[in-house]
Nanobody, 117 residues
Framework: QVQLAESGGGLVQPGGSLRLSCTAS????????LGWYREAPGKERELVAA???????NYANSVKGRFSVSRDNAKNTVSLQMNSLKPDDSAVYFC???????????WGQGTRVTVSS
């Protein structure tokens, strides 16, 4: 079992910044992916950004150049720095863990990001 605890999120004006953080605990595979998905009303959940234990990153095209994902393997944390936020970035953001050994995945409970003036 893996537990994911998210923090951050909230209300921000367009053009502003927010930082999301997530701490993973439990039995983590030594090779895994941590990342963030988001789900907006009426839309499917989509990948925002992810990073492997080796540091390989993957971003949605819509956030490239604005968002940055990072992790601390010693602390089992993943962060998402979101800059130049747009109203379209408004969604519930979910922390995500994926084991590269047995393909199991776990999700956080989600944190809401609202971009509005």
């Amino acid at each position: 079992q893996v537990q994911l605890a998210e923090s951050g999120g909230g209300l921000v004006q367009p053009g502003g910044s927010l930082r999301l953080s997530c701490t993973a605990s439990g039995r983590l595979a030594s090779r895994n992916t941590l990342g963030w998905y988001r789900e907006a009303p009426g839309k499917e959940r989509e990948l925002v950004a992810a990073i492997t234990t080796a540091g390989t990153t993957n971003y949605a095209n819509s956030v490239k150049g604005r968002f940055s994902v990072s992790r601390d393997n010693a602390k089992n944390t993943v962060s998402l720095q979101m800059n130049s936020l747009k109203p379209d970035d408004s969604a519930v953001y979910f922390c995500y863990y994926y084991s590269l050994y047995d393909s199991t995945d776990y999700w956080g409970q989600g944190t809401r990001v609202t971009v509005s003036s």
